[in-house]
């Protein structure tokens, strides 16, 4: 039997036609679409990819592949640190905010333009210079290179030198330790440099310091060095790269958990790094204020020594365990007496710590020079109510201490009115309660020393004017103990303990 066939009605095979033609095109709808969504998007990101990427930089967080080629094949890729400043966003039309270095009221290079030098060398402690635009790194020589746009000049005065120099340490009126500090070079880059390209590239600019000069002291790491640094940039809100001068690993490992809480990015050592780094601009120098100060009406934000210590207590108790909450149990107030060694010694440390656990006090001896990290202090000291010590740089660590706490510095012959500068007057702006005990002659070991009468003991003032600066180093500071008299300092502790007590019960030993 033949196969028959079927004619197919051409109803139905135009329905399925129609059909396959309806299905074709709902997809070229949907295909449409999507292809318009994905080239509006490439034209509203593309240009901050290109502008943030330029060619042959791989960028970390947006995958870009290098895509440079040589004769010799692809070079390395060049390294980039991303961050959005928040001082160097885009506006809602896309322009892009000029990049504010200088944080500080009144000077000269507060409102400076783009591709532009500009210092500031009004202060008595220190210069500061600033560089806004395409800076770059130039190891061998120690400078810092200006690149102006292609065909643009940089925007200098005519009186501008051809170059600037900077030792960026704040101690610029003493000239023996600032011959020690490494001079960095400011300059526009010339034309036959124009090639030099960047091994690193950051979008953060540059802060440069110094961890030299007297930083191996703790108050001069934190005078000379920290609060200086924090001070310049910290209107960045750590969107800045640490390049610095005289780098050493004691340094970085004793200071690691402030350099954070300065800085997001890796410290860079500018003279061993001899890598091309690039930024958008770059500080050289730091601000400073004063001893252990920070000047309010200096800065354009207003920030304090509050603010700072802010930091010391956001870098440290990051890392702390949670506290145990406070019992309904009364608690002995904390006394820390910090110990020295070899000068300026409390010879009867015994027993004033007696004295004070007679009168109320759990005491801490905190023993100076014994190797333990300053985070280990931090949570000593700041568990502390009232801390006690002779003038010297581990005073410094009152920076610890929450605010309401109390700080009594037991000032030697000849030392009182260093002890109030350098501690008592930054102690109060910070919000601490502070008591200055003056030694007296019968209490310091220098009239074990002098014979009776002598001015070295009954006047250190008239011996001051008359012998000079080095023999209030050698005798006052370097060569004085002190005994103190217990029924005189007993009113001292006395104090603090009241103080202690009142501030717990009013509730301003709470942590924050």
């Known amino acids: 039997m033949a196969a028959s066939k079927v004619p197919v009605p051409k109803a139905l095979g135009a329905m399925e036609d129609a059909a396959a033609a309806a299905k074709k095109g709902k997809w070229g709808f949907v295909q449409f679409f999507f292809v318009l969504a994905v080239v509006l998007c490439v034209l509203l990101y593309a240009p901050r990819v290109f502008v943030l990427a330029p060619q042959g930089v791989d960028v970390v967080g947006f995958f870009a592949a290098n895509s440079s080629t040589s004769s010799s094949g692809s070079p390395p890729p060049v390294l980039r640190q991303r961050v959005v400043d928040g001082s160097d966003k885009e506006d809602d039309d896309g322009r ?5 270095l200088d944080n500080q009221v009144n000077s000269p290079c507060s409102s400076m333009g783009d591709h532009t030098i500009c210092c500031d060398r009004s202060s008595v402690h220190t210069d500061v210079c600033f560089m806004s635009g395409d800076v770059r790194t130039d190891a061998a020589s120690l400078s810092l290179l200006l690149f102006p ?76 060095g920290l609060l200086p640094a924090w001070v310049t940039s910290q209107h960045l809100r750590r969107r800045v790269v640490l390049g610095v001068l005289s780098y050493n690993p004691w340094w970085a490992g004793t200071f690691r958990e402030i350099i954070s809480g300065l800085s997001e990015h890796h410290v860079v050592d500018l003279v061993h790094d001899t890598r091309t780094h690039c930024f958008p601009g770059a500080i050289v120098g730091t601000r400073f204020h004063g001893i252990l100060l920070v000047d309010a009406a200096r800065l354009r934000d207003n920030k304090t020594i509050v603010d700072f210590h802010h930091l010391l207590a956001s870098s440290y108790e ?44 759990d005491v801490d001896i905190l023993e100076t020079a014994n190797g333990v990290p300053l985070s280990v202090w931090y949570a000593s000291v700041s568990r502390c109510d009232a801390l006690l010590g002779v003038h010297g740089a581990d005073l410094t660590k009152f920076f610890f201490l929450r605010p309401g706490a109390s700080l009594t510095q037991i000032a030697p012959l000849g030392v009182s009115a260093i002890a109030m500068d350098c501690f008592g007057v930054p102690a109060a702006r910070m919000g601490v309660r502070y008591e200055q005990y003056e030694v007296g002659g019968n209490e310091s070991s220098l009239a074990r020393k002098y014979p009776p009468g ?34 005189r300092f007993r009113d001292t502790l006395a104090g603090l303990h009241a103080h202690a007590m009142l501030h717990k019960e009013t509730g301003g030993r709470s942590r924050r």
């Open 149 to 224: 746009p292609p065909g643009q000049q940089p925007n200098l005065n005519a009186s501008s030198p051809p170059e600037e120099r900077v030792r960026p340490y704040p101690r610029k009126w003493e000239r023996l330790i600032m011959e020690r500090i490494p001079e960095v070079r400011l300059r526009v880059a010339r034309p036959e440099e124009e090639k030099k390209e960047c091994d690193v590239r950051h979008d953060a600019p540059l802060l440069v310091m110094s961890a030299g000069g007297y930083t191996g002291n703790l108050f001069h790491s934190f005078n000379d």
């Open 318 to 361: 990051a890392k702390q365990p949670a506290p145990v909450p406070e019992t309904n149990v009364r608690r002995r107030p904390r006394l820390g007496i910090v110990s020295r060694k070899g000068t300026r010694v409390i010879e009867n440390q015994a027993a004033v710590a007696a004295l004070a656990s007679s009168m109320g006090f």
């Open 96 to 100: 892009r905010r000029r990049l504010v």
């Open 454 to 487: 002598d001015e070295v003991v009954a006047d250190p003032e008239k011996a001051k004017r008359s012998k000079g600066w080095g023999f209030v180093a050698r005798v006052y500071l370097g060569g004085q103990n002190v005994t103190l008299d217990l029924g």
